[in-house]
């Protein structure tokens, strides 16, 4: 247990993302040598500006013990860097995950062929059908799925593997405990039960903005090649592939309607040199070479991918582009619980007065300087870290209960170093 501790510590002290824990784990040899280092030394390694030289230097267990009594209890399994089973191919990204929270069947990294498929959330019907047979092709090549789960082809590809009998990986923008959207339920409790899902970010941490383009880098790290079915310019789908052009993995892209901005991203791929997909086929020929044994191309054309519609039907998905549908921010707690926690009503009168009750109770629970910062947090947008220190509470203090409160879930830490009430 005292191991793993450490290990949880140097995971919350770590901005996921940030090149602070490859400098630490490159200068010394155990999260416990890290935790027992000097200020000094600590400096020395990532200097003291960026705001994780604070919680590394508060070396306050309290934050990991609470983790760690929640995986316990909820039978959450945690991947260290340190583990054997840790995916390879994560430890030579920029950024490398301290650790990752998973849940379902966690696979031999070194055995798999794991293909990143990703794309729009506001698919068409042309993007959807690609998707899903792309996917379960891949799947009957003996190819591993792995994508965000996110709305649009994230999760018709998921499904489309699903099908197949295929295995999926599913990368995370939020705590383990946290299925996001909420009308992906079925879909996760079954990549739980088929496959695995994956992230980096502590339990109780909500699905943030901020938190899916580092989620990202993840997604094509571990995965051998990306996939691009729609996306605009500007969007995950691009990310994705930018950071896996950055870690020399091979892109490629479905070609689409030149006047469609669903089909922008792709053919500015292609323009950039990703490679044309028409097929699954195209990348398990490519790739067979080195995942000999493992990939085989005769397989997919041994029978035809099952009916779309049924399947998506069967995992609650919506069937066609005009099914696109949002339904707020969809947060579903007590990791895929089949009890639907209600959402309130935008007219009922009492909402407002519950949730203040929630956060005035979660503050009472905590110290008065803990509650004196999160009062100088305004209540609408964000601030300066800065802005919220003085002769009575220094930066340093500050940091240390804005930790404190992000694990309470009642602040979100944003870049620029800027913080947010939640």
């Not at 040899?29 to 400096?43: G, H, N, V």
């Not at 920029?94 to 506001?122: E, T």
């Not at 295995?167 to 409790?189: K, M, N, Q, W």
């Not at 490519?286 to 049924?310: H, R, V, W």
């Amino acid at each position: 247990m005292e191991d793993i501790l450490y290990w949880l510590w140097l995971s919350l002290s770590c901005t996921p993302g940030y090149t602070t824990f490859d400098k630490l784990i490159a200068e010394f040899d155990s999260p416990r040598r890290i935790f027992e280092a000097t200020d000094a030394e600590i400096e020395s390694c990532i200097g003291s500006r960026v705001r994780d030289y604070t919680f590394l230097t508060e070396r306050d267990l309290t934050g990991a013990k609470t983790v760690y009594e929640f995986c316990t209890r909820h039978k959450v399994g945690i991947l260290t860097y340190a583990d054997g089973s840790y995916p390879e191919a994560l430890r030579a990204i920029v950024g490398s995950p301290v650790l990752l929270y998973y849940r379902g069947k966690l696979p031999d990294f070194s055995s798999l062929c794991p293909i990143a498929i990703v794309g729009s959330r506001k698919m068409s019907d042309y993007g959807q059908r690609s998707a899903y047979t792309v996917a379960a092709d891949l799947a009957r090549g003996g190819a591993t799925v792995v994508s965000g789960m996110a709305r649009g082809v994230d999760a018709t590809a998921m499904a489309g593997a699903l099908s197949e009998g295929g295995r999926v990986i599913a990368f995370l923008g939020s705590g383990i405990d946290i299925c996001y959207p909420e009308e992906h339920l079925t879909l996760a409790r079954q990549t739980v039960k088929e496959g695995c899902i994956l992230t980096e970010y502590a339990p109780g941490t909500p699905p943030d903005r901020f938190n899916f383009p580092k989620r990202n880098r993840l997604i094509s790290g571990v995965s051998a090649a990306t996939l691009v079915i729609e996306g605009r310019e500007q969007s995950g789908a691009m990310i994705t592939a930018r950071h896996a052009m950055a870690q020399n993995k091979p892109v490629y892209a479905l070609p689409g309607n030149v006047d469609s901005p669903g089909s922008a991203a792709a053919h500015l791929l292609l323009r950039e040199g990703a490679r044309l997909l028409t097929a699954a086929d195209d990348v398990v020929r490519d790739l067979e070479p080195s995942y000999s044994g493992i990939l085989n191309p005769f397989a997919m054309a041994a029978a035809a991918p099952k009916p779309m519609a049924g399947v998506l039907r069967s995992l609650s998905l919506p069937v066609g582009a005009e099914a696109e549908r949002e339904k707020g921010k969809g947060i579903f707690g007590n990791l895929f619980t089949k009890k639907k926690r209600e959402e309130p009503r935008e007219d009922a009168p009492d909402a407002d007065r519950e949730a203040e009750r929630d956060v005035h109770a979660l503050l009472s629970s905590m110290d008065e300087t803990a509650r004196a910062v999160y009062e100088r947090i305004p209540a609408e947008g964000s601030c300066a870290l800065e802005s919220l220190c003085d002769e009575e509470i220094p930066l340093r203090a500050v940091m240390k209960y804005l930790l404190k409160l992000e694990i309470k879930g009642l602040v979100t830490m944003l870049p620029g170093e800027r913080v947010q009430r939640a």
